[in-house]
């Protein structure tokens, strides 16, 4: 079952913008993480945040954290057309299971 | 982090058939799970499997249909039983580490 959801579920920008990508989230967490697939390959894991953590930073990444308002952001400053990609972000709930949200479908036009 | 030989990473196959898709992990880990991603959607659980006991299903996923085998630390394979078109998916294997989980590179199943 999905976790949460994410938003906004596509995104279009032109090279050199900044993404905003969103999700929420329904149960108490460990971790949250965000992970990249490219045209229906494997995840590619970009950065994870703990629960007790409120950003995190990692190259043109930022991601944040309110476990008061169950929610997360990943920002990607200065897009590059290789970022287009489907960007998902997973909970590790108490159980140790990673929960994928729906994901949002990120489009760069260079 | 580990890095995960998923195989096959396509195949197309007949309806009733069955496919067993294998997952090698270069180095021994705990835990290995199992998704599903269907058309255009996100992953979902189907299970987990640890090493000397029978996989953990999720609600949904049943033994019968996805048999599961974790022989050792570092090998594990999922059985798409009896299939059917709605069985057509990514089929991905994970582990999990304290930094992030690792997916292998996915099996595109199509079946027809």
């Known amino acids: 079952s999905q976790q949460g959801e994410e938003d906004p579920q596509a995104l279009s920008i032109q090279e050199g913008e900044n993404a905003t990508m969103n999700c929420s989230y329904k149960?108490?967490?460990?971790?949250l993480q965000w992970y990249r697939q490219n045209s229906g390959r494997g995840l590619v894991h970009l950065i994870l945040?703990?629960?007790?953590?409120r950003e995190k930073h990692s190259g043109r990444l930022r991601v944040t954290l309110d476990t008061s308002k169950k929610s997360s952001s990943l920002l990607i400053t200065a897009s590059r057309a290789a970022d287009t990609a489907s960007y998902f972000c997973?909970?590790?709930?108490?159980?140790?299971?990673?929960?994928f949200g729906q994901g949002t479908e990120l489009s760069v036009k260079p | 982090s580990a890095v995960i030989s998923q195989k096959p990473s396509r195949d197309i196959c007949q309806r009733g058939t069955s496919l067993t898709i294998q997952c090698q992990v270069d180095s021994q880990v705990t835990m290995m799970f199992w998704y599903r991603q269907q058309p255009g959607q996100s992953l979902t659980l189907i299970a987990t499997a640890n090493q000397g006991s029978e996989a953990t299903y999720e609600s949904g996923f049943v033994i019968d249909k996805f048999p599961i085998s974790r022989p050792n630390l570092t090998f594990s394979t999922l059985t798409v039983s009896n299939m059917s078109p709605e069985d057509s998916s990514i089929y991905l294997c994970s582990d999990d580490t304290d930094y992030g989980y690792t997916f292998g590179s996915g099996t595109r199943l199509t079946v027809v």
């Open positions: 149960t108490s967490i460990n971790n």
């Open positions: 945040i703990r629960s007790n953590e």
């Open positions: 997973a909970t590790l709930n108490q159980g140790g299971k990673l929960i």
